[in-house]
């Protein structure tokens, strides 16, 4: 659950934090807890994924269309975060949306 929730970092540390946190806590704790390993590289594969579709809208802000799409994406990641952090609490993977798969 803290793999999914410390990609919350990325509001007190855009582009960066998000990604940053959930790869820190997957990388400490895998070899403690080898059921983290999935859930850590959903959360960083999803957390890089959303970096990229918020700098695609952050750019389509001079067309105009970002100034829409940027909060939609916003909204979105935290709702996903929310999600897969209440399934992974509950023993359950949730395979993020729209996610890109980076790390396998």
Known sequence: MLCHLSGL???LVPLVGNILGPFLVWQIKKHQMP???PHGKDAVNFQISVSIY???CAV???V???VLLLPI???FG???LTVAAVKANHGERWKYPLSIRFLQ
């Open 78 to 80: 935290l709702v996903c």
């Open 60 to 62: 389509l802000i001079v």
């Open 54 to 56: 918020a700098i695609v």
């Open 73 to 75: 994406v916003g909204l």
């Open 9 to 11: 970092a990325g509001y």
């Open 35 to 37: 059921s983290i390993e």
């Open 64 to 66: 105009g269309i970002g």
